[in-house]
C-alpha cells in the first residue's frame, strides 16, 4: 500500500545467533522478526493502547535470500499491509544495505491485555498505522 507508514528495525547479531555453517540461524530470523513488528507497534501508537493490547504471531512465511554473518549490520523494513478485525497482516525485509537477505510475511493476533482475548483495534488507531483505512 503506498499509505502505509514504513518502520526500520536495527538489528544486533549476537554470536550465539551463528549456527554450526558460520551464519545466522534460522531461527534467529523469527526472533528479530517478532522484534521489529513489535517494535513497530511501539513507536506508532499511543501508550494506553500499547499497554491494553499485546500481539501474537500467528504465521510466519520466511523466503531466505543471502545469508546473514556476525559483522552484518542488518535492517528490517517493516510494512502493515492490512488490518482484518483482530488479526494483522505484516511483510518484513531483511536489508544489509540494499541487498535483501530475507523476505517474511507474517499474520498476529492482536489480544487485549486483560482478558487474553482477540480484540479488534479502534479504527484511529488503525488509522496512525494505515493512513488510507477509512
Known amino acids: 500500500m503506498s499509505n502505509t507508514i514504513p518502520h526500520q528495525f536495527s538489528i544486533t547479531v549476537d554470536p550465539a545467533d551463528i549456527d554450526f555453517m558460520g ?29 491494553a493490547h499485546l500481539w501474537v504471531a500467528l504465521k ?3 523466503t531466505y535470500r543471502r545469508p546473514t554473518f556476525l559483522n552484518d549490520a542488518p535492517i528490517a523494513h517493516v510494512l502493515l499491509e492490512k488490518v482484518q478485525g ?10 544489509r544495505g540494499e ?21 479488534r483495534l479502534a479504527r484511529d488507531l488503525v488509522e496512525r498505522f494505515l493512513p488510507s483505512a477509512s
Open 60 to 62: 510466519h512465511e520466511i
Open 86 to 95: 483482530a488479526r494483522a497482516f505484516y511483510e518484513t525485509v531483511i536489508k
Open 99 to 119: 541487498e535483501v537477505l530475507a523476505e517474511v510475511k507474517s499474520s498476529w493476533c492482536c489480544l487485549d491485555a486483560a482478558t487474553m482475548r482477540p480484540a
Open 23 to 51: 551464519h545466522v540461524n534460522n531461527a534467529s530470523y523469527l526472533r528479530w522478526v517478532q522484534d521489529a513488528v513489535v517494535d513497530h507497534w511501539r513507536a506508532l501508537a499511543p501508550a494506553d493502547a500499547v499497554a
